[in-house]
């Protein structure tokens, strides 16, 4: 007959009073828990005016620090300041709603016609712009959303021919000749021929009245006598 083990007697005896164990609390279910915490009192926060809890901060800002620009926004006045020593037309435009790709799309049709854009914070076109022959135009840009085209040329045209195609982008004013347009006077510039144009009128006409006057004089002197008499009719004189 087989004899009991004390040890073995002794670890059951541990395992049955373990599992018996009433001196641990039972844990309560997650649901129950979140129902008690829901359900429990809490009191009301006194009645206090809002501007009795609120804490004044007080915050001492340098002006020169304040001032100070960021480092990448010198460099970018930098590129800005560089692009309009060399351009002789400069339009500002303030951007409705105009989405990152179509401002890809505009300044690839810019470089086309030797334009360049630029799309910054007003901040640096204040840089950019102070102390120069352009600093006229700061008060046209005043918001985020300014944009900025520089042209070498002073011909208004190819610029506003790209821009038309846009509607978000709405035409502010623009330096055009060392002299401040706004969008009223841009439109009416651009409908004016260029200097180009004019010179070569100006000289088709000097040069048909020069020839008129050449051949006039090579007539015979009979009819010159009769083309200067009726001249001199036609305003009044009496010829001798």
């Not at 007080?58 to 692009?83: D, M, T």
């Not at 978000?168 to 004016?192: C, Q, T």
Request: proline residues 5%; positive net charge.
């Amino acid at each position: 007959m087989l004899k009991a083990n004390p040890f073995f007697m002794i670890q059951n005896f541990r395992g049955m009073a373990r599992s018996v164990n009433t001196s641990r609390p039972k844990h309560k279910h997650i649901v129950r828990r979140k129902l008690e915490a829901l359900l429990e009192f809490r009191p009301s926060k006194p009645l206090v005016p809002m501007w009795k809890t609120c804490t004044k901060i007080q915050e001492i800002v340098r002006e020169e620090e304040s001032l100070k620009p960021h480092p990448l926004e010198e460099l970018q006045a930098v590129k800005v300041k560089q692009s309009l020593e060399g351009a002789s037309c400069a339009l500002a435009y303030f951007n409705l709603n105009l989405p990152r790709e179509r401002r890809r799309i505009l300044s690839n049709r810019c470089q086309f016609i030797n334009a360049e854009i630029f799309h910054h914070y007003h901040r640096i076109f204040q840089i950019a712009l102070h102390d120069t022959k352009w600093r006229n135009m700061l008060p046209l840009f005043t918001d985020i959303n300014s944009i900025l085209i520089t042209s070498k040329s002073s011909n208004v045209n190819d610029v506003l021919k790209i821009t038309n195609d846009y509607k978000s982008l709405v035409l502010i004013g623009g330096y055009v000749d060392d002299r401040l347009w706004s969008a009223e006077g841009i439109i009416k510039f651009s409908k004016y021929p260029s200097i180009d144009v004019l010179r070569s009128e100006l000289l088709a006409n000097l040069s048909h009245n020069s020839q008129r006057l050449i051949s006039t004089i090579n007539h015979h002197p009979k009819r010159l006598y009769n083309n200067l008499k009726s001249h001199l009719s036609s305003n009044g004189i009496d010829a001798c």
